[in-house]
Structure formats: C-alpha cells, structure tokens
C-alpha cells in the first residue's frame, strides 16, 4: 500500500479512537539529535555494548566509565530539543477523547512539550539518586549539593554510596505504578500506536502484544522492521517527526468535516 493511504488508513483509525496508547521509543527522539539506545555507541562508545554499561554490575565494576558514559549523554540530551514528532503527540490531546503515552525513553521530552499523561517506564536521564537509596526508594540527590567533580559523586547524604542516574538498568525491576499502569492501559486500549522502537527490551516490548491479545488494534511508525511489525495492521515506514504532523493535520480535518 502506498505511504500516502497507509497514512491517511493510519489517520482514520486514530481520529475514530476511544482509549489511544502511544508507546514510545528511542526512534522518536532520533530526529532531536539524540543518537537512538544501539547507535548510542558510536564514538569513543563504540566499543561498548550498551546493555553491558547500562547494569547495577557494570556500575559497581566501573563507576567512573558508567559515569562518564550517562554525563557524555546528558550532555546530548540538554543540547538537543524535542522536534515536531514530539509536539504532534501533545496536539491529539485536544482532538482525541484519551490518549496517553507510555515512554522507553529517558529524556523527559514528551513531558518537556506539555503532553499531560505520559507514564515512564525506564526514569529520567537527567535525574541523580543515591546508588543505596540511603534516605528510601528513591533518595533523590540535588546536583547543587554535590562537591567537587569526583567521577562520581559521593551521596551527599550518606557520604558512602555513590550518586547514579535516576533510569532503570537491566536487571532492576521498573518502577512498580508505572508498569502496573501500563499493563491496564495497554489491556484496555482500542488502538495502540507504537513509535521508534525496537521491540528488544522488556517488559515494555511486550505492551503491544497485550493490546494485540485484547483485541486492540496496534499501529506502528518506524523506518524499519521491528519486534512489533508482525502485529501491526499498518506500518509507516517513514521518519515519525516528519509524518506525526501530517497525520494530526489530516484528523483536524477529519474533525471538521
Ligand atoms: C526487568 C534506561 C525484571 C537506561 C533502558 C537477563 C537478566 C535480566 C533481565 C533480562 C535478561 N534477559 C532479558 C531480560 C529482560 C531485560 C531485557 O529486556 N533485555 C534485553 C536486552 C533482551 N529487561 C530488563 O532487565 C528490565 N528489567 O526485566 O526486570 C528482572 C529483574 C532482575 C532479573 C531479571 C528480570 C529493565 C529494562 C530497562 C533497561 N533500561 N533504558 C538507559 O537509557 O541508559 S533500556 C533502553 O534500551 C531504552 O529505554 C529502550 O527500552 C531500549 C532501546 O530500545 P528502543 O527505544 O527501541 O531503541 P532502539 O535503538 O533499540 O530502536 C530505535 C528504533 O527507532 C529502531 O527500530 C529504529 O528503526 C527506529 N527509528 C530510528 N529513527 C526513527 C525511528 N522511528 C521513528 N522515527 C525515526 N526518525
């Protein structure tokens, strides 16, 4: 089918939703400029794997390069700004009756652009904790507490653990409201559409798959195959910051036909 009436298909089954899900990946962010979860690896990153260094394990083995990996990051995400993909998202909350977004990702952008309901499964980048949680789950550490440019940072609370980042590594359980909501949200949703991601990590790959089970209808934006397109009714194979505008243009219209 053309991209064109895969599109306009696409536009029709999200205007007539009722519960829409939108999950979202790394793909999203793509054209911000912030390199995607694999092709994070390039650089002087390249020879790591990137789920090797986003572990508790690789952590206590090697503060300093886990460290310096989630600051050379950081770095990417305070520089770069959420592009026309993610402000098309927070425009279908005024032309559909629900629509919320359940992120892999951790730089905060969909919040950033003022989508009201977006549930994160995997925290955010730009957020330090202590690595025991000295003060409970989570002991949140204020970058302005901390001293010196120690490689990293020892909790100001505590003075022993070290500060990481407030994402989820492999290994570490997701945070427990979040993924319970997005389970039920995903069980209950008419139509599912799933931007920019893989399909490899779970539990957030396997959302798509209980919205499929339930009977929902699942929708993909994505250049390239992924885990997800075998349940797709439709893929737009296409950029999602260059199509997601289009399609939100075609559901005005459709709204005021
Ligand atoms: C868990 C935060 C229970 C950190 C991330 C063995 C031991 C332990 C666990 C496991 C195991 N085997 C399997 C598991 C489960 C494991 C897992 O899934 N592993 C994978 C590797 C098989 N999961 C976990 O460990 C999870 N926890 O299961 O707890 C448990 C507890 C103990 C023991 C056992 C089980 C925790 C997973 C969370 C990991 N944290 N992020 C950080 O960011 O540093 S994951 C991280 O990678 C992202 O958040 C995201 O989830 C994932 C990357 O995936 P994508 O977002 O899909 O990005 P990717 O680059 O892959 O793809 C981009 C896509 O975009 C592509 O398809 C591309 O075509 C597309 N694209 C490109 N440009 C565009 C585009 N699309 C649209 N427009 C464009 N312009």
């Known amino acids: 089918m053309a991209e064109q009436d895969t599109l306009a298909q696409l536009a029709q089954i999200l205007a007539d939703s009722q519960r829409l899900v939108v999950s979202t990946g790394a793909g999203i962010s793509k054209e911000s400029g912030i390199p995607t979860f694999r092709d994070a690896m390039d650089g002087l990153w390249a020879k790591y794997d990137a789920t090797q260094l986003a572990t508790p394990s690789a952590f206590v083995q090697n503060p300093k390069l886990v460290w310096d990996w989630y600051q050379y990051r950081r770095e990417l995400v305070g520089k770069a700004k959420p592009n026309a993909g993610h402000y098309a998202l927070a425009e279908l909350e005024d032309l559909l009756p629900q629509i919320v977004i359940v992120t892999q990702n951790v730089d905060g952008f969909h919040q950033m652009v003022g989508s009201t309901d977006v549930v994160c499964l995997h925290g955010n980048i730009m957020l330090n904790k202590c690595f025991a949680n000295c003060r409970g789950t989570p002991t949140y550490v204020d970058p302005n507490l901390l ?97 997601l505008p289009r399609i939100v243009e075609i559901i005005r219209t459709l709204r005021r036909a």
């Open 147 to 243: 001293e010196g440019n120690d490689s990293p940072p020892r909790c100001p609370h505590c003075q022993k653990a070290y500060v990481r980042p407030d994402v989820v590594w492999f290994e570490e359980m997701l945070p427990p409201d979040a993924l319970t909501r997005a389970f039920e949200l995903s069980r209950t949703a008419d139509v599912m559409l799933v931007i920019g991601t893989s399909g490899a990590v779970y539990p957030a790959a396997q959302l798509p798959f209980i919205t499929h089970e339930n009977g929902g209808i699942v929708l993909e934006i994505n250049p390239n195959e992924s885990g997800i397109s075998s349940i797709a009714r439709h893929r737009l194979a296409a950029p999602s910051g260059e199509v």
